[in-house]
Every structure is written in C-alpha cells, then in structure tokens.
C-alpha cells in the first residue's frame, strides 16, 4: 500500500519560510516522478512543481518560480518543497502526489498523478 505522509506546514507571515516535507512508502520512490499541489478553499487543485525520478529536472507554476524549490531524497524516499518570501496568497492545502511516470507529467493536472498525501496547511499572513 502506497503511502505519502506530508509534514511541515503552519502558520507565517508574510515574507516568511517554510519547508515541506513528504515521505513515501509502499512504492519505489526512486521509479516516479513527483509532484506537488495546492488547493484553497473554493478553489481547484492547482499545480505547484514537480521534479523527475532523478530529481534532474524540475517545473514550477509561474506563480512560484523564484520563490518555491521543490527537490527529492531517493536514499530517504522523501521529497522537499522549499517556500521563501511567502504571500498572503499562497495560503493553501498543500499536497504531494506520486506521478504515474518517470519523467515530469506534460498535463499538470491532478489526474497525471496516481497517489495522493493527505495535505498539509500553509498560512500565510499579512
């Protein structure tokens, strides 16, 4: 049974940082490319970035780059999401997924990703 436990979310201001962090288990890490997500409420779940088995290459949402970094641990089975000069509309539910390929999914929709963590809130105040 594939599991993705996500930890490290909370409440920050305004310029602030944080570090996320998702740990994996039931599946061969190394094998899939991984992803990350972010839902606010009464939103859709938008792509965040992603980053291939290899952690070689990685994407990133328009919103984010600069600011977020996503990056993985094969040895630890465990992938990072970097968040520096965090804004008020960052404020989200942040999920990891498990994609369904080695390589970065073309389509950065949820659907591209077969394993879901159960989420962790970010809060970003102003």
């Known amino acids: 049974q594939v599991q993705l436990v996500e930890s490290g979310g909370g409440l920050v201001q305004a310029g602030g940082s944080l570090r996320l962090s998702c740990a994996a288990s039931?599946?061969?890490?190394?094998?899939?490319?991984m992803g990350w997500f972010r839902q606010a409420p009464g939103k859709e779940r938008d792509f965040v970035a992603a980053i291939s088995k290899s952690g070689g290459t990685t994407a990133y949402a328009d919103s984010v780059k600069g600011r977020l970094t996503i990056s993985r641990d094969n040895a630890k089975n465990t992938v990072y999401l970097q968040m520096n000069s965090l804004k008020p509309e960052d404020t989200a539910v942040y999920y990891c997924?498990?994609?369904?390929?080695?390589?970065?999914?073309?389509?950065?929709?949820?659907?591209?990703?077969?394993?879901w963590g159960q989420g962790t809130q970010v809060t970003v105040s102003s």
């Open positions: 997924a498990s994609a369904r390929q080695t390589t970065i999914p073309r389509n950065r929709i949820p659907d591209e990703y077969d394993y």
């Open positions: 039931g599946r061969t890490f190394s094998s899939y490319a």
